[in-house]
């Protein structure tokens, strides 16, 4: 997009929140509005970012997913993963990954007590409380599929920032594992679209973000794909979690700081 930023040959891009973020400073998109994309006042609380620059067509999720050989009984709070008996048990995702910014947030939550909005921009206290959970740690991954691996043989107990995309398509394929949603809430995983700018088909690029955004279609997506739908007028799926908080992340402050949070976490959290 930055290099044809003269010349756009796409008209909609679908890309995680942080990216749209880079998108933004770059004045590649065009907003989605409610004139040109009516859907979009359907939408959640949370969900329609920089105003109408992008936004959320599902919700996939981050808990705690859990061998279900091992543990009996769903992890009913994200502060589990701290206790003694589960040394060498715990993985968790890095910092350089998009779902390992949730266990900093929620690690500075569980340190402080503050309300998750002000426990996300009191970092310091997450990483205080992190480093404590490092002698629970039995790897970080930067690769998925290799800590589910150690997940499912019981090497692994728990995977402490879980994404339902993954872990409910493997308990869908027969593995021993399940995911949580515990009582201080969840995660959602950025799925964003946007229009454009300056695309050669901005009437169907505002046409397919508004099918999208819809009812009708977020229905159809959301159960295949373990997602929460972003329309208000669409249940949860069978089996996703509801009356639960979800904690949507402040991208915009994501950016400003994760060069030195991740410069942080290889110091802090090596293994």
């Given at each position: 997009m930055q290099k044809n930023k003269d010349r756009p040959y796409l008209s909609v891009v679908q890309?995680?929140?942080?990216?749209?973020i880079l998108a933004v400073k770059e004045q590649l998109l065009e907003p989605i509005t409610a004139a040109k994309a009516s859907n979009l006042a359907k939408l959640k609380p949370g969900t329609v970012?920089?105003?109408g620059q992008w936004a959320n067509y599902l919700q996939p999720w981050q808990g705690i997913a859990y061998n279900t050989n091992v543990i009996k009984t769903p992890p009913a709070s994200w502060a589990e993963a701290y206790d003694p008996k589960y040394k060498g048990r715990i993985?968790?995702?890095?910092?350089?990954?998009?779902?390992g910014l949730p266990n900093l947030?929620?690690?500075?939550?569980?340190?402080?007590?503050?309300?998750?909005?002000?426990?996300?921009?009191d970092t310091e206290s997450g990483f205080k409380k992190l480093i404590s959970l490092k002698p629970n740690l039995l790897t970080v991954y930067n690769q998925m599929p290799q800590a589910f691996s150690l997940l499912e043989q019981g090497e692994a107990h728990m995977i402490v920032g879980a994404l339902s995309s993954f872990a409910l398509a493997r308990r869908q394929d027969g593995a021993p594992i399940a995911l949580a949603a515990p009582k201080e809430g969840?995660?959602?995983?950025p799925s964003g679209i946007a229009v454009v700018k300056g695309g050669p088909h901005q009437d169907l690029a505002f046409a397919y973000v508004n099918e999208l955004l819809g009812a009708e279609i977020q229905a159809k997506i959301a159960p295949p794909t373990f997602a929460l739908p972003t329309n208000v007028d669409v249940p949860p799926p069978p089996g996703m979690p509801t009356g639960i908080a979800v904690h949507t992340i402040d991208w915009g402050f994501v950016a400003d700081n994760r060069n030195d949070w991740v410069k942080r976490w290889d110091r802090e959290m090596s293994m």
């Open positions: 890309m995680d929140d942080p990216v749209m970012h920089m105003d993985i968790i995702p890095s910092l350089q990954n998009t779902e947030f929620m690690a500075s939550h569980l340190a402080t007590g503050k309300p998750m909005a002000e426990a996300m921009l969840i995660f959602p995983v």
